[in-house]
């Protein structure tokens, strides 16, 4: 008896707290928009929300919320912000509120806040940073859809953008719509060994020679039979295999058991099941022979051992963990992180991962890497997409957010290089130069080879386009299936891949991603990506377009 | 005596309906006092607790339109979107690990409560007799020490342990055995997961029953000196019996919490190592995984009211058995 | 006040003559204690030590009980890191002391009808209280309500007002009033004719002083190391707490590295970084060290109440 007066009271008590919440919440927006945002009363808002107005109408300027990604927070952005509303306000009318927001806090401070519907008007959404997932719970802006509340917000406010962007936009739309404005930086990210200059020397190693983990063996042999490198590791490798894996990175993101094969420039590939290849095994059973016979730190399999620190003290001989950047630039780049002068590297791009030899591809991944979106919660996404259109084609305003008010956060050099000043708070504290813009017309720093654009530009020149650029697998049907996967390869992948218990597991892993419903998932992309092939014919070997800048 | 007179008083107090006017003074004041508590609870509890039918919908954000009488955009989307049923709770059920987690999760509890319970009250005992006052309180605070470490500095201290070239296997080397590579044992990680919960929370668990223990009636135990009872018959007879109700009520309250697990030590300690995870796969590693492979807000919404729910079924069937054999001791 | 001292006294030395451990059991349990001790104390030591080596090292030569080469860079990075360090230990500190009052004034209010046996409703108010320790809305909910009816973001409230009343405790101080306060006691002073709240904080609410003691303590040490809180709701560095602020410099740490080894990303910014000198696991143990200081340093304070030394017969008689 007294349960159910109990269960009563606790549904009485429920609908209460349903009711008593309702009419708090839903007065609750216009009590904001007294106290936060200027332009946010109701009827206002139902104003903007059907007519796109024109953004240089009088009136208060909007403020423009940009969730930042970045290393770390600063005190530094009102002094920067004040540098650019300066110069943007009578261009747009409307001011840039940046708040920085630590990567690593990313999910908690931007992506709860988003889905509780707090106003926000341009949040960075890189292909790694939740992209599709924005996208299928709904919470970006389609930025071309002429149909939509705002018309075609990046042809009307930033065509020449766009045109300068070129394959960033074609390749990033997903169902015929891009929600994701794209930095301009490189595009294609080969694969490579990064080695260490003095046992290179040291032991005379022809590094061209060396393309497979086979043809490094006996150099392997030879360091750990060596007396004097007693407690030191040749191979420094948490998994990666850029250097001779026939697959492209990152076909579908977060599905890392679907792969497709790099192949040749022009050929047509299909999604294939990645632990299954023969390579792939291969692979492994190659890497666990070379665990046991000592050549891998022992624990380099382990979430806490870290490749940075060996690399940077110059424990080790070679390294398959590190993509390149065409020329010296990604050997260079470790070497000035490291803070180990006595450190040399080299890197040396191979070939064998295909039959053309030409590895220089692009993928969906890369082209996905640095965007920026504009959320459904922003009260102005006409003003947003013009702030992206500027930090595109003003340089002003690029330069400011990449490197800070000059003077304060910088000092130009005579040669009109950047010389960043020490602790200035700035460019340290934001996401790198690769979040912002346009990064080909960004003022270079003193310290770096002058001649970096030209590199990556150069490895760009000769890159040719993926029969699946432009893909993008929707997982919402298979989302189930994928989450059981995604547990067993989370726990089995660096383990395999780093050469653990191949012989004992490899097969049983095999067998558990299919209970997970591998099979499920791989008919679901299969499926799709046909359905895109037919819509998306490849352009055979078709070369990528770089425009360099004016 | 006194528990059988007030159930009596209680009963009595059930059964008459009317109220005497100093009954109604005296609940007026109970009322005044559970305000705070009140207001607490249904700003930070139950205001936002009907989100969660989330769990039935395919959660997406929806944008209330300018005409619409709700303007909050995150009610709007409560109130609009479609419902799915039980389709949320599918990815808990159809794996194959559902087995794995479900009976991880449940294991470690049971023996993290029981062995736990053990340590906790045996610690509180043992302080609070030793007849060295400094030292006890020393002890007592240097054993609570742990509970200040996270998981994650845990890890690391457990990885220096165990590595290949951890404490362990140099000792297991200096005395010619062979070393081990704890990290692939699979059978090694139930106990490796127990005696690290023991050892983060006993100081810390042991404080309730030290408390407890504090604030009984010292003359009940003179009086047993002089009738001649030992140390352990005293335990026996008086310091057991009065904490049982603390100890029935923390293991009723555990038992609500046996489908919940403590995500950072099961996701953090193993490190990355893959071959063990039939013995590290909790249902809060595999929620967690759902929601990393991207996941939308229904599925952890329904994986919550999933634990909930046992939770609450596990607790009001523990409290009935309770109230059967001892109804004062029970929680409601 | 003397006499009561006296009597503690008095007490206390009775009690001790009468009833005290046997020497062979005494040492037993020093024997375990001091194994269980060392369990505990030998990782904090090498947590310090390892706060104390430079990171390289730490990672090359791994944990030891010495620094195996000495430096303090990790609590020098903790400081000049740019976060404010003393901003957020002045705001943990004042939100830790108002969440504990707070806390263990709504706690052991909430709790004490519910252990009366004469109040009607017990049940259900013991069901409200226990409902929310086993639902929750989720994150999402619990921010919208935070921010956009409580408005809560970016102040101070932020980090403790949501810690400020726990269901758990609730249930336990209930218990803790049942067993330690004899209802006769109640039942004397009502005779004497004294109110309900009179009757509270004179005479119930000093004989429950280890309970609060015990509630406050779990507060504080809730609060303290409270950083969900903080992270949702609090971007503005002035209202940073200690955890979070190192969280923060921690993951800057870790974010850096990362970039710096990832494939696509560093750009030139990074570049004027050294990475290697940024200190991440020596820094986490220096975390570990600089968090748990003061709230340790608090402990004994605490102790006092819920440890036997303080003769609770001897108030009671």
Known sequence: MSKKILSLLLVLAMVFVFAACQPTTSTSPSDDAGTESPAAEPSEDGEEATEPTEPTTTGDAYEITYMMYSTTSSDQDAVVEAAINEYIQPLINATIDFIMIPAGDWKEKVLTPLQSGEKMDIIFTPEWVYYMDNISKGLLLALDDPEGPYGDL???????????????????????????????????????????????????????????????????????????????????????????????????????????????????????????????????????????????????????????????????????????????VKANELMAQSGNSELRLVEYQTHKNNSSGNTNVNVTTHAGGSMLGIPVTSKNPVAAMQYINLMHMDTTVLNLMAWGVEGVHYNLTEDGYADPIDNNGWNNAHGGMWTIGDQFKQIISANEDPAKYEQMLALTAEAWNHCSLGFRFVPDAVASQITAMTTVSDSYSRSMRTGVGVTDNYDSFVQQLYDAGLQTVLDAITEQYNAWKAENPTDPGAAWEVSVNE | ?????????????????????????????????????????????????????????????????????????????????????????????????????????????????????????????????????????????????????????????????????????????????????????????????????????????????????????????????????????????????????????????AVGRIMNGDFDMFYCLPNGAGAIREATLTIDVYVYNALKSGAQLGYPAAAGLFQSVVGLIMVVTTNAIVRKVQPDMAMF | MTTVAEVKKHAKKKYKDMNELSTAANTAWHVILIIGCLCCILPLWIVISASLTKNQALVINGYGFWPSEFSVDAYTFMFTGGASMGTAYKNTIIATVSGVILCTISVGLYAYPLSRSDFRYTQIFTFISFFTMLFNAGTVASYMVNTQILKLKDTMWALFLPMSFSAYWVIVMRTFYKSNVPESVIESARIDGAGEWRTFLQIVAPLAIPGFATVALFAAVGIWNNFMMCLLLNNDRTYWNLQYTLYSILKSIQFLREMASAGSGSGASVATTAVADLPSESFRMAMAVASMGPIILAYPFFQKFFMKGLTIGAVKG
């Open chain 2, 1 to 253: 005596m006194t528990t059988t007179l007030s159930n009596e008083t209680k009963r009595a107090i059930k059964k008459r309906k009317k109220w005497g006017s100093g009954e109604v003074k005296r609940h007026i004041a109970f009322f005044t006092m559970l305000i705070p508590g009140l207001v607490f609870m249904f700003c930070f509890n139950y205001m936002p607790m009907p989100a969660i039918v989330m769990a039935f919908q395919d959660y997406k954000l929806m944008m209330p339109p300018a005409d619409s009488f709700v303007q909050n955009p995150f009610i709007y989307t409560l109130l609009n979107n479609d419902f799915v049923g039980f389709g949320n709770f599918s990815f808990l059920f159809t794996s194959r690990d559902t087995q794995i987690f479900l009976r991880n999760t449940i294991c470690y509890n049971l023996a993290f409560m029981f062995i736990g319970l053990f340590f906790s009250v045996g610690l509180a005992i043992g302080v609070n007799e030793l007849r060295q006052r400094f030292l006890a309180k020393l002890y007592h605070t240097i054993l609570f020490l742990p509970y200040f470490l996270s998981w994650l500095i845990v890890t690391y201290l457990l990885y220096a342990l165990i590595c290949s070239n951890g404490v362990f296997n140099k000792i297991a080397t200096a005395l010619g055995r062979p070393t081990m590579n704890l990290y692939n044992q699979t059978s090694a990680w139930p106990l490796i997961f127990v005696i690290a919960n023991i050892w983060r929370y006993t100081g810390n668990n042991s404080i309730i029953y030290l408390a407890t223990i504090t604030g009984f009636d010292q003359q009940l135990y003179e009086a047993a000196a002089i009738d001649g009872a030992g140390k352990f018959r005293q335990f026996q007879h008086i310091t057991f019996p009065l904490l049982i109700p603390t100890i029935v009520l923390l293991q009723i309250l």
């Open chain 1, 154 to 328: 990046m042809n009307t406010y930033a065509p020449e953008a766009v045109e300068n962007l070129g394959a960033f936009i074609s390749a990033n739309r997903v169902n015929g719509y891009l929600y994701g404005f794209a930095t301009k930086k490189e595009l294609c990210v080969p694969g490579g060994l990064m080695w260490n200059a003095d046992y290179v020397e040291k032991y005379n190693i022809d590094i061209t020679t060396v393309e497979t983990l086979a043809d490094m063996e006996q150099y392997l042999k030879m360091f750990v039979e060596d007396p004097d490198n007693a407690g030191v590791y040749p191979l420094l490798s948490t998994g990666g295999w850029s250097h001779e894996s026939p697959f492209i990175q990152g076909f579908v993101s977060n599905v890392e058991p679907v792969v497709m094969r790099m192949g040749n420039p022009g050929e047509e590939q299909v999604p294939e099941s990645y632990w299954e290849a023969p390579e792939t095994k291969a692979f492994c059973q190659t890497m666990e022979k070379f665990y046991q016979a000592g050549y891998l730190h022992p624990d380099s399999y382990l979430t806490s051992f870290s490749n940075m620190d060996y690399l940077n003290a110059g424990q080790f001989m070679v390294s398959t963990d590190y993509v390149l950047k065409g020329g010296q």
